[in-house]
T-cell receptor, first 116, second 109 residues
Framework: GAVVSQHPSRVICKSGTSVKIECRSLDFQATTMFWYRQFPKKSLMLMAT?????????EQGVEKDKFLINHASLTLSTLTVTSAHPEDSSFYICSAKGTGDYNEQFFGPGTRLTVL | GQNIDQPTEMTATEGAIVQINCTYQ??????LFWYQQHAGEAPTFLSYNVLDGLEEKGRFSSFLSRSKGYSYLLLKELQMKDSASYLCAVLSGDYKLSFGAGTTVTVRA
């Protein structure tokens, strides 16, 4: 149980285009999902907290107009990188908060974004 | 903000034991996680500590001292497949996870 999927796993796009990444909890309902970004050999940095049915909460320094988050259902959150630039190239990982005693977050497999 | 420190790299021999230390300073504390991450993949859960003491799970054990802001992950009987990055992450008072930079463990034959 507690499987989180992400789609696509890899995407290459041209500078200026927008890219949508989907995060799904496959066998449980997730009222809260998180989006992280990880640069090579660096740690995961929390970008935003996605809450079902309400606006996402962004971390300091993350532009909400550039990274649009929609959490329309209890099993799906999407991150859209708008007008992508080469510096947005990174590994984007989502997680979904479980409901068990551990307060555990279950991570998706990640999406490698390359902006040319 | 959160401050989580762990060593950058460690190398050990197959069959040996390695201990990865993590110190942290956070606003509020709801537990400490250890994750394993292979290059290009998402982190996988290894352990969770919220009370002081040692949690043992097969070859992996994790220890926590809340008063000292300190944890360690102990890997025993190292295998080649244990070569990976190990991330210390603290769940703060607002239930957000903050990650350390990760410790790359290289296991040599």
């Amino acid at each position: 149980g507690a499987v989180v999927s992400q789609h696509p796993s890899r995407v290459i796009c041209k500078s200026g285009t927008s890219v949508k990444i989907e995060c799904r909890s496959l066998d449980f309902q997730a009222t809260t999902m998180f989006w992280y970004r990880q640069f090579p050999k660096k740690s995961l940095m929390l970008m935003a907290t996605s809450n079902e049915g309400s606006k996402a909460t962004y971390e300091q320094g993350v532009e909400k107009d550039k990274f649009l988050i929609n959490h329309a259902s209890l099993t799906l959150s999407t991150l859209t990188v708008t007008s992508a630039h080469p510096e947005d190239s990174s590994f984007y990982i989502c997680s979904a908060k479980g409901t068990g005693d551990y307060n555990e977050q279950f991570f998706g497999p990640g999406t490698r974004l390359t902006v040319l | 903000g959160q401050n989580i420190d762990q060593p950058t790299e460690m190398t050990a021999t197959e069959g040996a034991i390695v201990q990865i230390n993590c110190t942290y300073q956070t606003s509020g504390f709801n537990g400490l996680f250890w994750y394993q991450q292979h290059a290009g993949e998402a982190p996988t859960f290894l352990s969770y500590n919220v009370l002081d003491g040692l949690e043992e799970k097969g070859r992996f054990s994790s220890f926590l001292s809340r008063s000292k802001g300190y944890s360690y992950l102990l890997l025993k009987e190292l295998q080649m497949k244990d070569s990976a990055s190990y991330l210390c992450a603290v769940l703060s008072g607002d239930y957000k996870l903050s990650f350390g930079a990760g410790t790359t463990v290289t296991v040599r034959a």
